[in-house]
């Protein structure tokens, strides 16, 4: 018979065993197994010419954005992140390819008609996910072209997102400030009456349409530089269109508009592991407040802007949460390329500035081979799976689409990309030891603490914008550790140093 002193050790055995059975899992990370429907949904949510200081969990004192901040305070804030270019199209294409913009001549700042940028037989980050079985969309900004050339915006265009990986699609062709100022969905113009065509050049203006510089009366916002062709909403743009009245985006309801696409897509797919591309327009000109936002800053419709993207951010990660699928979600997010004030209107972005530092204290801005060119905000997010924590890592965007496939166990091409998952992850604080940026077609080197921009003709600022370019006919050296703000040029001081990184410059360019 078993005595009383037994049967409270099994007991106690027992209870240990359950104990044990029950531990806590939520901090251990680790690659999705199993069933598609264990895999962890991936989110990358990217703003449009968001500067480094431009958020308060970076820095800035001027304006608050607790709902970004509420990302990089429970997941990873790197501190060294990267786009691979300082300026929107470049970028989305290392973004979604997994290669630098630098070895693609066509891979600038597009036009609103310009042909597809990826082609349809290119590796992307979408097609990556789909092998692992990822349900996969794109809403919002796409800028990296259309069709193969003279777009017929009445029929379905093709080749698009959807050629390239993306199940669904539903964008704006290019930019806020370019026409056609539509949207288009899996190819096709939302809500246009097929007795009213668009038509759409970039070259010459359609007879008897106005014009910023036609009817300037026409305006609600004067145009600063370039955006003086056809006038939509009252706001001047770059290039001519005629017709597809009804088709047209209401400016002010755009943010709005995208967010509500989001949001349907988690519900329609929350079943299923989906990979969400959403690209807002924020603070990219003309900045168009909804006016909830308007006046909200102090600083004008920019400060407004990025208001309204925390807004937005905060109300799609309520989705996430309510659809039960926020703990089963990693979300990254990230800016296209450093800040710019003046970019082609008279907003009040310089004049109502104040002491906010868009640039969060490094040099340069949009357009610009210095740091507050391509070094943006970069956060990544898993609640439950992502310690909090910051990160000096050296890592960039082009990077996703290694870390990415790595992660949800594909093989995919080689690439400029590295896995860098476990840095993303938090696990590791080992980052690149080297990444290539650009601007404008021109390119440097970040290798440790250091950056090279090798000597190029062209003016040391962008008159139209106000931003240094980073160009000199002198080779230029910093020391990024000591010197963030890059005032103290090392060439002549550290030779051998200089003579280091051009070789290693010009062997990664090989």
């Not at 060119?373 to 997010?381: A, K, S």
């Not at 790595?406 to 080297?434: A, C, I, P, Y």
Request: hydrophobic share 35%; net charge negative; with cysteine.
């Amino acid at each position: 018979m078993i005595n009383f002193k037994t049967n409270y050790l099994l007991l106690l055995t027992f209870l240990m065993l359950i104990n044990l059975g029950c531990k806590d899992s939520s901090k251990d990370v680790a690659k999705p197994t199993g069933t598609t429907k264990e895999k962890p949904n991936i989110v990358v949510i990217y703003m449009d010419d968001l500067g480094y200081g431009d958020l308060s969990s970076y820095g800035a004192t001027e304006i608050e954005t607790p709902n970004i901040d509420a990302l990089a305070n429970g997941g990873v804030k790197f501190t060294n992140a990267y786009a691979t270019s300082a300026t929107c199209t470049p970028s989305r294409y290392a973004l979604l390819t997994g290669e630098y913009p630098w070895r693609n001549e066509r891979a600038r700042i597009l036009a609103g008609d310009a042909p597809l940028l990826i082609s349809p037989q290119q590796q992307t980050l979408p097609k990556l996910l789909s092998k692992a079985g990822y349900q996969t969309a794109i809403i919002g900004k796409w800028h990296l072209g259309l069709g193969e050339g003279d777009v017929n915006w009445n029929d379905t265009i093709k080749p698009g997102p959807n050629e390239v990986g993306f199940d669904e699609s539903y964008i704006m062709a290019a930019t806020q400030d370019r026409v056609p100022t539509v949207y288009i969905e899996n190819g096709n113009v939302v809500g246009l009456d097929k007795n009213d065509p668009i038509q759409v050049s970039y070259k010459k203006n359609f007879e008897g349409e106005p014009t910023a510089k036609s009817n300037p009366e026409m305006l609600t916002l004067k145009w600063h530089h370039g955006h003086n062709n056809s006038i939509v909403n009252g706001m001047p743009r770059i290039g001519f269109m005629k017709g597809g009245e009804a088709a047209k985006w209401k400016d002010i309801d755009m943010a709005d508009h995208f967010l509500q696409k989001a949001q349907a897509y988690v519900k329609r797919h929350k079943k299923e592991p989906f990979f969400l591309y959403y690209a807002m327009q924020q603070p990219h000109v003309p900045r168009t407040p909804h006016p909830r936002f308007a006046g909200k800053s102090g600083m004008g419709p920019r400060g407004d802007v990025i208001l309204e993207a925390d807004w937005c951010i905060g109300e799609f990660v309520k989705t996430l949460e309510d659809e039960g699928v926020l703990e089963n979600t990693l979300i990254i997010f990230s800016s296209d390329n450093g800040p710019v004030l003046n970019d082609g209107y008279y907003d009040d972005a310089v004049e109502k500035l104040g002491d906010h530092d868009p640039k969060g204290g490094l040099r340069g801005g949009k357009y610009s081979l210095f740091e507050a060119g391509t070094r943006v905000p970069f956060i990544t997010y898993w609640k439950g799976k992502i310690t909090p924590g910051v990160s000096d890592a050296i890592v960039s965007q082009v990077d996703l689409s290694a870390s990415l496939a790595d992660f949800v166990e594909v093989e995919g091409n080689k690439t400029d990309s590295q896995n860098l998952m476990s840095t993303f992850l938090g696990k590791s604080k080992k980052g690149r030891d080297h990444v290539i940026i650009e601007a404008n077609s021109r390119t440097a080197l970040r290798s440790g603490d250091w950056l090279m921009i090798p000597p190029y003709k062209g003016n040391a600022v962008n008159q139209n914008v106000g931003i240094e370019t980073g160009i000199s006919s002198e080779y230029q050296l910093y020391n990024l550790k000591d010197d963030r703000s890059q005032q103290n040029n090392l060439a002549e001081e550290e030779p051998s140093k200089l003579e280091e990184l051009v070789n290693l410059y010009e062997n990664l360019l090989k």
